[in-house]
């Protein structure tokens, strides 16, 4: 809800209510689904009712068919009408990116996610270009690791009712050019100019840009205050996060949240594989 826009009474009492409902108990996301090549229509009711008030759900396949888990997680997202998937230099031809270590890659040029590293708070695709944007994502767990790959996430919507909790200068994350990711020569990919929140778009629901990184970003100097604000929420707050570790034919759904995941350690019988799939479209509800 908009701070700028809203009655201020109706902001608030959004606000208290959003924060009130939150909950860290992950029994309380979690929708078992019996048939991952045919959801029922109880479970993708149970999958929206739990989106429309935490952007988070969890589910387990209860009976998986692990000969066509690429399949069935695209028969999930396609149940919650979401067709529009996003395609990577690492995604097949349906944007389901397998995420786990190739032992034969060079660390040193291997993007963080698909290394055994620790991955600091960010929202996907924050340097998207617009007409890229990613509005949701699914990460779905084939493996896991001996140690660690836990994932934290936190609600965008509940980042914003906090930061708005400390000061009024939500305005200036809101502007167009509140970072600038420099051209990357390497991989061809121009300039991004980027809000950190926004409403400006087809679903006029709050939608975040964030990351946590130092390196190859440059933040708009006016709104230095603000930002340093954000980070202190996301990196100290601890009463609102979520905590887990994915375990084998779990998975979870994002309208984009902030999220994390600690470092991990693989051996030979525990080698962490995700599968990730994202969206240009919003689970509207």
């Known amino acids: 809800m908009d701070v700028l826009e809203t009655n201020k009474n109706v902001y608030k009492r959004w606000a208290a209510n959003k924060l009130e ?3 860290a108990n992950i029994n309380d996301l979690l929708v078992e689904i019996s048939n991952p090549k045919h959801p029922s229509n109880a479970e ?3 999958i929206k009712g739990i989106m429309e008030s935490y952007n988070i759900v969890f589910y387990e396949f209860s009976k998986p068919n692990s000969e066509n888990t690429k399949n069935s997680l695209i028969r999930l997202l396609n149940s919650l009408e979401i067709t529009d998937f ?3 230099s690492k995604s097949d ?3 389901v990116t397998p995420i786990g270590v190739n032992p034969d890659s060079n660390s040193e040029e291997e993007y963080i996610p698909y290394t055994d590293k620790s991955l ?3 929202t996907d695709g924050y340097y998207n270009q617009a007409d890229e944007t990613i ?3 699914l990460l779905h767990c084939s493996r896991s690791a001996l140690n660690g790959g836990v994932n934290s996430f936190i609600d965008h919507e509940i980042a914003y009712i906090l930061f708005n909790e400390l000061t009024n200068k939500i305005n200036s994350l809101m ?3 509140a970072y600038i990711i420099p051209e990357n020569k390497k991989n061809g990919r121009k300039e991004i100019k980027s809000y950190v929140f926004s409403y400006n778009n087809p679903y006029k629901k709050l939608h975040m840009k964030f990351t946590m990184r130092e390196k190859n970003i440059i933040w708009n100097q006016n709104d230095n205050e603000a930002i340093q ?3 202190s929420i996301i990196e100290n707050n601890n009463d609102y996060k979520i905590k887990y570790k994915l375990k084998p034919n779990q998975g979870v759904i994002t309208n984009n949240v902030i999220h994390s995941r600690t470092a991990f350690t693989n051996d030979i019988n525990h080698h962490r594989l995700i599968y990730r799939i994202r969206s240009k479209q919003r689970i509207n509800l």
């Open 21 to 23: 409902a939150f909950t």
């Open 120 to 122: 600091n708070w960010h």
């Open 44 to 46: 993708i009711g149970k």
């Open 175 to 177: 502007s167009q050019d």
């Open 135 to 137: 509005y949701s994502w």
């Open 86 to 88: 996003a395609q990577d």
């Open 93 to 95: 031809a349906n944007g």
């Open 229 to 231: 604000i954000l980070k």
